[in-house]
């Protein structure tokens, strides 16, 4: 579903979906002061708002260096870097380290005339109960490629993904900001099923054109005082 040429556009969102790994010596701390740093770092979520929109994950039990995720997008990354700086002030925050950091910019794709619901997800509220994001990047020969070329390879590959109409995407791009060209999330109830999206994709003709998209992040969406309470 993904693609990769865009035009510019007047307002875009910047998004970014950052994980944290929490040290051991936190659990050790008596209740009552874990408490508190939960609901420190729960503070400064919320003052965040609405500038930053959060939407927090679980990581725990699928990734070894994650314990939480942030999914957040707002106007401006200096706004996101400053709350990123309070919350590693925070109770909670200071015994956490971030360890995976994907970020891009919203933009309109040249590859499609308008956009699925499955394309919208960026917009909804509602989120699914299972997210998985990575970063991606293509070969230079790829876009040594005619238009023309390309245009036909993504047509298949947007052909298959939209059959899977329950599960929704969101591309980013990164193009210039971080090693990555792009970085995709899927959002999907039912991860056997987004697996044979998955599956199904890696059997296109764009494939061929692939250079790297790991490491893969799977995270279970979760209210942010559950997920705190997760890490102990």
Known sequence: MSD???VPE????FVQFLCFKTDASWRRLPQAERTHGRNAFAKVVAEAAPDITTYSYSTIGFKSDADLLLWRKGPSPLQMQEMTARLLQTGIGAYMQPTHSLFGFTRTSTYTRRHTAQEQAIDEEKRGTYLIVYPFTKTTEWYLMSKDARQ???NEHMRIGHSYTDVSQVLLYATGLDDQEFVVAYEADDLARFQSLVIDMRATEARRYTLRDTPIVTAVHKPLQTALAMIG
């Open 4 to 6: 990769e040429s865009a």
């Open 10 to 13: 007047t307002t875009l969102q």
């Open 152 to 154: 036909g390879m993504m």
